[in-house]
């Protein structure tokens, strides 16, 4: 298991995310990277790469499923990120309170946290990405509320209207490529606006449909690039241990042989 003055001799501080980066190094053994890209997944990747990018916590599930990744506990996993950075885990539920702490403490510095920054892509994105054959041009005989018991969303010309405009708006983000700002400017509406009815739209049509729009299978734009720097940052570390090691040895065997060191 790795002890804490390994960290502090990569010198990376009291960062989690560099610290669970370093532990995930330590801990994968004869696992090349290829093999443990394979291993997490594609959903599992982006979500680590999201949350070493700063952008997004780590649930516990998805650390849960690192440490299988990784063929260890994921208490194993917890503890040892936990005692890199000094800290002594909860006997009961490492995992739990490891990934707890972090969670605060990604609240407290992350400059996103309060943004309301999407943990996956837009209904429209999913849309776009997966089911864009399957959404038709012609608007279809739908409203907004068609699956709602609620007596104010019943099926009335206001209400097919309504789904019509934001329906329209869903074909041209979808099948033209605007985004909702040009189509909100359009329409002499804001982009905000223009996307709030578009996702009523989306999860009305997608409900008819029967298409979960809810998963993290369609990766943000920018994730290839998160998950670039996620193993381009295990390398780093890799090498870095790499360097202590060969230091060590070197000093070992001056010392051995009975050599000064000036």
């Not at 208490?75 to 707890?100: C, K, T, Y």
């Not at 972090?102 to 996103?112: G, P, T």
């Not at 193993?231 to 010392?255: H, K, P, S, V, W």
Request: charged residues 25%.
């Amino acid at each position: 298991m790795a002890l804490p003055n390994q960290a502090r001799r990569l010198r990376i501080g009291g960062d989690y995310r560099n610290h669970l980066l370093v532990q995930i190094e330590l801990l994968r053994g004869d696992i090349s990277h290829e093999e443990l890209s394979e291993r997490l997944g594609d959903v599992t990747e982006r979500c680590l790469a999201r949350y070493i990018a700063g952008k997004s916590h780590l649930t516990e599930s998805e650390f849960r499923d690192v440490a299988k990744a990784l063929s260890i506990e994921a208490q194993v996993l917890a503890r040892a990120w936990a005692s890199s950075l000094g800290l002594r885990a909860s006997s009961q539920d490492a995992v739990n309170w490891m990934v707890s702490r972090a969670y605060q403490r990604w609240r407290l510095h992350s400059r996103v946290a309060d943004r309301g920054v999407p943990s996956h892509p837009s209904p429209m994105a999913v849309i776009r990405a997966k089911y864009a054959d399957r959404l038709p041009i012609r608007t279809p005989p739908l409203w907004f509320g068609s699956y709602s018991r609620c007596e104010e969303e019943r099926d009335t010309a206001v209400n097919r209207a309504r789904f019509a405009r934001a329906y329209e708006m869903l074909v041209e983000f979808v099948h033209v490529g605007l985004s909702a700002r040009d189509i909100g400017a359009l329409r002499g509406i804001s982009g905000e606006r223009a996307r709030q009815l578009m996702v009523c739209a989306a999860y009305t049509w997608a409900r008819r449909e029967r298409i979960d729009l809810s998963g993290k299978s369609v990766p943000f734009k920018n994730e290839v690039g998160f998950v670039k720097n996620l193993y381009a940052g295990l390398r780093f570390f890799a090498q870095q241990q790499f360097n202590d090691l060969a230091t060590e040895a070197l000093m070992n065997g001056l010392i051995t042989n009975g050599d000064s060191i000036q």
